[in-house]
């Protein structure tokens, strides 16, 4: 059991806007930033989102990241037949050490 | 360019041992902090162990507090991860993956990953 809450599913039409939620607490989406990966099929993971809403160069700004309290969301917009993926939320926990979300399995109809 | 090689995956009986090594290029290896993540098969992302930029500060799971040694040598740009005790449900594909910070206390983000490294626990 992950110590971040993720939909196991998502899914949406072509472009169409989606969100992915991810659950927390205190000791980590409550006071740490959050990062977002997304891990195509057989692939290494690739970050998306660092510091709950910033894009490394490259991302697209179909992608955004935002963080309240706890929690946080990942929304994609324009939803393109390539972002078919599953999706990771991490953060930094007060317990010292990393904690991941379960992830999400992205699927576009 | 960035580069993150994985190595010294294999079969290993239980209780067996393994080292894995990532070998970095296109960057200033001692200036940022590494991380080991995990992947069970067909499984999710399981974060194993972070190493600060100078190696003087280490974290751990709980699943491999005890077991498992992360270090690095940044003369050789090359991190690792020894793997003792190992059991079953250590088989996963081994990721390294570096952060954006020299500290290991916090997470920015893994911004580049290796392809990873298949260890197999199994008699």
């Known amino acids: 059991q992950s110590v971040l809450t993720q939909p196991p599913s998502a899914s949406g039409t072509p472009g169409q806007r989606v969100t992915i939620s991810c659950s927390g607490s205190s000791s980590n989406i409550g006071s740490n930033t959050v990062n977002w990966y997304q891990q195509l099929p057989g692939t290494a993971p690739k970050l998306l989102i660092y510091?709950?809403?910033q894009r490394p160069s490259g991302v697209p700004d179909r992608f955004s990241g935002s963080k309240s309290g706890t929690s946080a969301s990942l929304a994609i917009s324009g939803l393109q037949s390539e972002d078919e993926a599953d999706y990771y939320c991490a953060a930094w926990d007060d317990s010292l050490s990393v904690v991941f979300g379960g992830g999400t399995k992205l699927t576009v109809l | 360019e960035v580069q993150l090689l994985e190595s010294g995956g294999g079969l290993v009986q239980p209780g067996g041992s393994l080292r894995l090594s990532c070998a970095a290029s296109?960057?200033?290896?001692?200036?940022?902090?590494m991380s080991w993540v995990r992947q069970a098969p067909g499984k999710g992302l399981e974060w194993v162990s972070a190493i600060s930029g100078s190696g003087g500060s280490t974290y751990y799971a709980d699943s491999v507090k005890g077991r498992f040694t992360i270090s690095r040598d940044n003369s050789k740009n090359t991190l690792y991860l020894q793997m003792n005790s190992l059991r079953a449900e250590d088989t996963a594909v081994y990721y390294c993956a570096k952060d954006g910070l020299a500290v290991a206390g916090i997470l920015l983000g893994y911004d580049y990953w290796g392809q990873g490294t298949l260890v197999t626990v199994s008699s």
């Open positions: 296109g960057f200033t290896f001692s200036s940022y902090a």
């Open positions: 510091s709950n809403n």
